[in-house]
């Protein structure tokens, strides 16, 4: 599941008309970057959540024959190649939140579409630098504890109120069992120094959690107090994964990830080269 129907009001004034999961990364958008560690996890079909205007997202992922036509006669083979692939990445189901009530809501939006499956929950927000992609961590995770599993990443104490914070009343290796959630809390008050990432593996009990959980500030049903309900019926389990999560949801970090691939990247690395050269890097 990726939730994709939020505003994108960090990225304002690119976001205005344009999804920010559209917004390109080196060569693709955002979005076939999620879908592809997607896949590469075992992922086998995509339910994306989206708003009204959102369309785009869902159509870059199916196939354009007419497209494909156009580049075959041009003899454009390469380029015919690349759209044949992100159109067939997987099947794609979408699920539609008819207002922006938050990450939980939006969740509970793909309730149908999902069933009573235990599933991969990822935000689009940041790219899995990571062997195995972070989404496959933490499905190896589910299959050796059977729970819900949250990505967790080590933070300085003094950062952990941009997070959401889990507390931890078990460990084993990279493994810890999560007894608590807080939403963004005050460096002194954090319980631990693990903040709450962007990829999810939950059961269905996700579900029943997150109807009974009430809206908090804005009006929006937090994904994290869904969660926090989960725990009073069943274990929650963390993995402190290897590798790194890159920001492209604000405009500071989409240029970061951005330069710091093109320089890891044949096609790319000369033109951010000649960049470094001139500009007194
Ligand atoms: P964010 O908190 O990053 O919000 O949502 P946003 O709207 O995407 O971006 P900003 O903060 O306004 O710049 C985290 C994830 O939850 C989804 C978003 O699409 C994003 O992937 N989301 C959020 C929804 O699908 N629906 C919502 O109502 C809120």
């Avoid at 725990?231 to 290897?242: I, K, P, S, Y």
């Avoid at 033109?271 to 001139?278: E, L, M, R, Y």
Wanted: proline residues 6%; negative net charge.
């Amino acid at each position: 599941m990726i939730p994709a129907a939020g505003l994108g009001t960090r990225f304002l004034p690119a976001t205005k008309e344009l999804p920010k999961e559209l917004l390109p990364v080196l060569d693709r958008p955002v979005i076939q970057w999620a879908v592809e560690e997607a896949v590469a996890s075992g992922a086998d079909e995509i339910v994306l959540v989206l708003a009204e205007g959102k369309e785009a997202l869902a159509a870059h992922l199916r196939p354009d024959p007419a497209l494909e036509h156009l580049l075959e006669e041009r003899g454009k083979t390469a380029e015919l190649e690349a759209v044949r692939h992100a159109g067939n990445l997987s099947r794609v189901t979408v699920a539609r939140q008819a207002a922006p009530r938050g990450l939980g809501d939006a969740v509970l939006c793909a309730a149908n579409a999902v069933g009573d499956r235990t599933f991969l929950c990822m935000l689009a927000d940041d790219l899995s630098l990571a062997e195995p992609p972070v989404l496959r961590q933490l499905w190896n995770a589910h299959e050796e504890l059977g729970t819900s599993i949250l990505a967790l990443m080590r933070v300085p104490k003094e950062q952990i109120s941009r997070y959401g914070c889990a507390e931890i009343a078990e460990t084993r290796g990279k493994l810890h069992r999560v007894s608590g959630l807080v939403e963004k809390p005050p460096a002194a008050e954090a319980k631990s120094e693990f903040a709450v990432m962007g990829r999810y593996v939950l059961t269905p009990a996700i579900f029943a959690a997150l109807r009974e959980t009430q809206p908090g500030a804005l009006g929006e049903i937090q994904l994290t107090d869904g969660i926090g309900r989960m725990l009073e019926t069943e274990e929650v389990w963390g993995v402190e994964f290897d590798g790194e999560l890159l920001d492209v949801g604000t405009p500071s970090g989409w240029l970061a990830t951005n330069m710091r691939l093109a320089r890891e990247h044949p096609e790319f690395q000369s033109a951010v080269a000649a960049i470094d050269g001139t500009g007194g890097a």
